[in-house]
C-alpha cells in the first residue's frame, strides 16, 4: 500500500479556519434493557457511570490479553446507550455483544446505523459553523451538546482534535449545504488521515489485537477505578508494574514511509510503519506503535532510509 500524497486542497481550512470531514459507513448501535449500564461495565475499559446526558465516555473492548478489539463511544439516549462503533464495524460489534450476553442480562442490541450520519468538524474557528446548526458554543472534550436543528435533535461531541457531530440520516444532505453556506471547507479520506497522523492520534490501523490501550495512547480511555472487566488483569499489571513496553510514537523522515515498514533502532527491529501520510507542511509523517526504550530526536532505520522519531 502506497503512502497517500498531499491532496490537501481543504488542508489549510482545516488547520486555519473551519473544515469537515463525512464519516462513511458510520455504525451505531443502539442497548437498552434495565442491566445496559452493568453490562457494558464488565465488557469495558472505562467508567460507565460517568455517563450522562452531558457526557460521552470513549472506552475500548479488549480480549482476555488486553488486546484492542474494539474502539467506541457511549452516548446517553433517554432509556439507551447509543455506541459510536469504528466504521463499518456495527454489524460485527453487534454480534459479539450478543455472543457474550449472560442468561440474566436484561439487554436488547440495535443496530442503529441507518438512522445517523457522523460528521467531524476541525479548525480553530469552529463557532461559526456549529452556530450556524443550532448549537450555543463549542463542547469541551468528552461533552455532549445538543440543538435542535429543523425540528431534530443534533449532537456535538468534544473529542481530542474534532468535535464529533451526530446528525438524523434525513438531514445528512442539508447539514452538509448548511455548512457549506458558511464556507466551511470538505476534507478527504487523505486529508482527515493526515490531521490525524500529524496530531499523533491512534486511528483504525492502530486499533488491532497487536495491541494493548496504553500502547496506542488511550491511557484516558482506561479507567483505574472501575471494577471487573475482561482484561482488567493485564491492564493492571502494566500500570502498577511499569509493564507497558510499547508506546505510540511520531516519525518523520525525507521521503514516504509505508505501511507494514520495518523499523530499526541501533540495529533491532522496534516496530512496523502502522499510518503514513505526506504533508503539505512537515513533509513524510508516520505513526508506529514502537518497543522502548525509545525518545524525541533518535534516528531510526526504515526500509534502509533514516527517520526521526518526533
Known amino acids: 500500500m502506497s503512502t497517500p500524497a498531499p491532496t490537501a486542497p481543504s488542508y489549510p481550512a482545516a488547520t486555519h479556519t473551519a473544515a469537515w470531514y463525512r464519516v462513511p459507513q458510520p455504525g451505531a448501535l443502539l442497548l437498552s434493557g434495565t442491566t445496559r449500564a ?9 467508567d460507565v457511570s460517568l455517563l450522562s446526558p452531558q457526557r460521552a465516555v470513549p472506552t475500548v473492548l479488549t480480549n482476555p490479553s488486553a488486546r ?37 442480562d436484561q439487554v436488547t442490541i440495535q443496530d442503529a446505523s441507518a438512522a445517523w450520519a457522523q460528521l467531524e468538524l476541525y479548525g480553530p474557528q469552529l463557532s461559526g459553523a456549529l452556530a450556524s446548526l443550532g448549537f ?6 468528552d461533552e455532549v451538546m445538543t440543538s435542535n436543528w429543523q425540528g431534530e435533535t443534533l449532537y456535538a461531541i468534544g473529542e481530542e482534535g474534532c468535535v464529533q457531530l451526530l446528525i438524523p440520516a434525513g438531514l445528512i444532505d442539508s447539514s452538509i449545504e448548511q455548512l457549506n453556506d458558511q464556507s466551511v471547507a470538505s476534507l478527504s479520506h487523505e486529508e482527515r488521515e493526515l490531521l490525524r497522523i500529524q496530531a499523533g492520534r491512534a486511528g483504525t490501523p492502530e486499533f488491532t489485537d497487536a495491541y494493548t490501550p496504553f500502547e496506542v495512547g488511550l491511557g484516558r480511555y482506561v479507567s483505574d477505578t472501575k471494577g471487573c472487566y475482561t482484561g482488567q488483569e493485564v491492564l493492571a499489571r502494566q500500570v502498577t508494574y511499569d509493564k507497558v513496553t510499547r508506546g505510540l510514537a511520531q516519525l518523520s523522515a525525507a521521503q514516504p514511509m509505508q505501511p507494514g515498514a520495518s523499523i530499526s533502532l541501533d540495529g533491532r527491529t522496534i516496530g512496523q510503519v502502522s499510518s503514513a501520510a505526506v504533508s503539505p507542511v ?26 526521526t522519531i518526533r
Open 282 to 307: 512537515h513533509g513524510p509523517l508516520a505513526l508506529a506503535v514502537l518497543r522502548k526504550p525509545f525518545e524525541p530526536g533518535q534516528t531510526v532505520t526504515i526500509d534502509g532510509h533514516p527517520a
Open 136 to 141: 450555543a458554543q463549542l463542547p469541551a472534550l
Open 38 to 46: 452493568d453490562y457494558l461495565q464488565r465488557q469495558t475499559t472505562n
Open 68 to 104: 484492542i478489539l474494539e474502539v467506541f463511544t457511549l452516548l446517553h439516549q433517554n432509556d439507551s446507550v447509543l455506541l459510536l462503533t469504528q466504521p463499518g464495524h456495527a454489524a460485527g460489534l453487534a454480534a459479539y455483544f450478543k455472543r457474550h450476553l449472560f442468561f440474566n
